[in-house]
Nanobody
Framework: QVQPVESGGGLVQAGGSMRLSCVAS????????MGWFRQAPGKEREFVAA????????WYADSVKGRFTISRDNAKNTVYLQMNSLKPEDTATYYC????????????????WGQGTQVTVSS
């Protein structure tokens, strides 16, 4: 499998919006649950959201529920993370990864990590 490639990060003011994209090549993309994680400086990488292969099952971290929306377009091999009402505490490097097995909320359940895209929210 080729590593996923994230894009769409940047600098935004608090209260603003941003959409991240993750392109993941490979024939198995359409049958694979995909997840978004984030890591702030000095902190561990934490779960943000995940979406099943068909989009019928979605999981969110409590910290982003109601503000972030994960979606996917299997025809484009792409997973999206729409982030609204951004807060300074959302500042982090955001990564997408393929789910392998185990808990959807656990980073050890994922492999094939991308290089990440930086999101900075100014106050």
């Amino acid at each position: 499998q080729v590593q996923p490639v994230e894009s769409g990060g940047g600098l935004v003011q608090a209260g603003g919006s941003m959409r991240l994209s993750c392109v993941a090549s490979g024939r198995t993309f359409r049958t694979t649950t995909m997840g978004w994680f984030r890591q702030a400086p000095g902190k561990e990488r934490e779960f943000v959201a995940a979406i099943s292969w068909g989009g019928g099952r979605i999981w969110y971290a409590d910290s982003v529920k109601g503000r972030f929306t994960i979606s996917r377009d299997n025809a484009k091999n792409t997973v999206y993370l729409q982030m609204n009402s951004l807060k300074p505490e959302d500042t982090a490097t955001y990564y997408c990864a393929r789910y392998y097995s185990g808990s959807y909320y656990d980073r050890s359940s994922y492999n094939d990590w991308g290089q990440g895209t930086q999101v900075t929210v100014s106050s």
